[in-house]
């Protein structure tokens, strides 16, 4: 049976796909919740945000294209992969790491996709197995830790010319980048994708109630809005802000 597991990982632009999936692959999803000692009751837990999501991946790179386990994906030099997740550590380049699971049957069951940065990467060679670079990359979570987007309310003669200059019809109601910020409202219609750039499988949904979990601010990517936490990336035409 074919492997359908996929790893893509997208560093400045360009989308690697893992070409050999890993025989394990942890995600870990730890919580920073503090533990105290209270007198009379003994020890308690308080919850705290939860702590940045590290993946682990463990396989190699195929030093041939006739690699029994490529099952058809693209093969690539070794030496390509090694230089890209060394530029990409050295640089400390975000990437967009996107792991996609099937079921037996084929059928999509949920994805995981996280902005992160490269926090270790290893590589080493064995005997008898002349080309194949073996590696170990890690990933953690990268959060946006800049200073969040307020809309203040507009003022009567603001609102007053707003009114004026609206459409009579919702639907002709235009989002503009000014409304849109993390942690706002929307609603959803049309297809979200894997990355940013718009990067297959996609998916469509309608009339989704959802939240904006992150906006890229880069011209060159069709889909800069990340909604749902980690559902997927979608255009900005496609929501509609809830008022």
Known sequence: MINKYKIYLDIDGE???????????PVKY????????????????????????????????PGDSSDPLLFGRKWRRPARYV??????????????????RYDATGKSMYDTNIAAIISGFETR?????AGDVYYRLELTEYRDYGPSKIVLPATESA?????????????????????????VAVIANGEYFNDSYGGKPSRTVSNLSTTVSRIIDDP????????????????????????
Do not use: H, M
């Not at 609102?159 to 942690?183: H, I, K, M, N, W």
């Open 30 to 61: 730890p919580t920073s919740n503090k533990k105290y000692n209270v007198l009379g009751i003994g020890d308690i837990v308080v919850p705290q945000s939860p702590s940045l999501i590290t993946i682990t991946v463990d396989s190699y790179f």
């Open 125 to 129: 060679d064995k005997g008898g197995e």
């Open 159 to 183: 609102a007053a010319e707003t009114t004026e200059a609206a459409p009579t019809e919702q639907g002709d109601r235009a989002v503009t980048t000014s409304e849109l910020y993390v942690g």
């Open 83 to 100: 230089e890209l997740l060394e530029e990409a550590r050295e640089t400390g380049c975000i990437i967009d790491a996107v792991i996609c």
């Open 15 to 25: 989308t690697l796909l893992l070409p050999i999936p890993p025989k394990e692959n």
């Open 220 to 243: 060159s990517r069709p889909c800069p809005i990340l909604i749902g936490g980690n559902l997927g990336w979608i255009k900005k035409e496609s929501l509609q802000v809830v008022t």
